[in-house]
């Protein structure tokens, strides 16, 4: 069954690094996400990208955030100079077509900013 | 603005049903869903229901949606150790048409044997 995957499954880092959260969304999908979770809050949706441009973002997504799809299947979410706050995991997802029935979410990549 | 509340924690015991509650405020929703997040695991989509519906049955699972409400439900029956799992409500952002989904906060499901 094809899924959504995303590497690493656990990410350390020190604050003010750059970390990049890499996701192989399902080949035939068209519509990506990023969606983060702090421990113990709700599953934030961050941002969606299709045709490879942002469609909508959330007031999160500010301008240490960016995605990109820089070869046609990888997904890729960059925070350029993470802060304590950005400890969460990350999820990405795929749909094929904005309104349908399933989005499809990977197994999550925890981000713990040290 | 958008906003999906759910009750944080649910214990049953093994056979029984379970009835997980959801609230939500975008009235232009059209598909709300529900999820189950294992430890350490992705968000899995359970089933979903179209806003026109009030009712799906899936299985063991029957989806109940008010919408003069707004409210949803999700009812397992004969509830099993391995539904013990966080369960989420959202709801498709019905005025955006990015496909963004709202969660709620989710509800832990406990099932004793």
């Given at each position: 069954?094809?899924?959504?995957?995303?590497?690493?499954?656990?990410?350390?880092?020190?604050?003010?690094?750059?970390?990049?959260?890499?996701?192989?969304?399902?080949?035939?999908?068209?519509?990506?996400?990023?969606?983060?979770?702090?421990?113990?809050?709700?599953?934030?949706?961050?941002?969606?990208?299709?045709?490879?441009?942002?469609?909508?973002?959330?007031?999160?997504?500010?301008?240490?955030?960016?995605?990109?799809?820089?070869?046609?299947?990888?997904?890729?979410?960059?925070?350029?100079?993470?802060?304590?706050?950005?400890?969460?995991?990350?999820?990405?997802?795929?749909?094929?077509?904005?309104?349908?029935?399933?989005?499809?979410?990977?197994?999550?990549?925890?981000?713990?900013?040290? | 603005?958008?906003?999906?509340?759910?009750?944080?924690?649910?214990?049953?015991?093994?056979?029984?049903?379970?009835?997980?509650?959801?609230?939500?405020?975008?009235?232009?929703?059209?598909?709300?869903?529900?999820?189950k997040q294992e430890p350490g695991a992705?968000?899995q989509?359970?089933?979903?229901?179209?806003?026109?519906?009030?009712?799906?049955?899936?299985?063991?699972?029957?989806?109940?949606?008010?919408?003069?409400?707004?409210?949803?439900?999700?009812?397992?029956?004969?509830?099993?150790?391995?539904?013990?799992a966080?369960?989420?409500?959202?709801?498709?952002?019905?005025?955006?048409?990015?496909?963004?989904?709202?969660?709620?906060?989710?509800?832990?499901?406990?099932?004793?044997?």
């Open positions: 069954e094809p899924e959504v995957t995303q590497t690493p499954s656990h990410q350390v880092t020190q604050m003010g690094q750059e970390v990049i959260l890499r996701c192989v969304p399902i080949s035939n999908h068209l519509y990506f996400y990023w969606y983060r979770q702090i421990l113990g809050q709700k599953v934030e949706f961050l941002v969606s990208f299709y045709n490879n441009e942002i469609s909508e973002k959330s007031e999160i997504f500010d301008d240490q955030f960016s995605v990109e799809r820089p070869d046609g299947s990888n997904f890729t979410l960059k925070i350029r100079s993470t802060k304590l706050e950005d400890s969460a995991m990350y999820f990405c997802a795929s749909n094929k077509a904005e309104r349908r029935t399933e989005a499809f979410f990977g197994q999550g990549t925890r981000l713990t900013v040290v | 603005g958008e906003d999906v509340e759910q009750s944080l924690f649910l214990s049953v015991r093994e056979g029984d049903s379970s009835v997980i509650n959801c609230t939500y405020t975008d009235s232009s929703s059209t598909y709300l869903y529900w999820y992705g968000l989509l359970l089933t979903y229901i179209f806003s026109n519906m009030d009712m799906k049955q899936d299985q063991r699972l029957t989806v109940l949606l008010n919408k003069k409400d707004k409210h949803l439900s999700l009812r397992i029956a004969d509830t099993q150790t391995g539904d013990s966080i369960y989420f409500c959202a709801e498709n952002g019905g005025s955006s048409n990015t496909g963004k989904l709202i969660f709620g906060q989710g509800t832990t499901l406990q099932v004793k044997p």
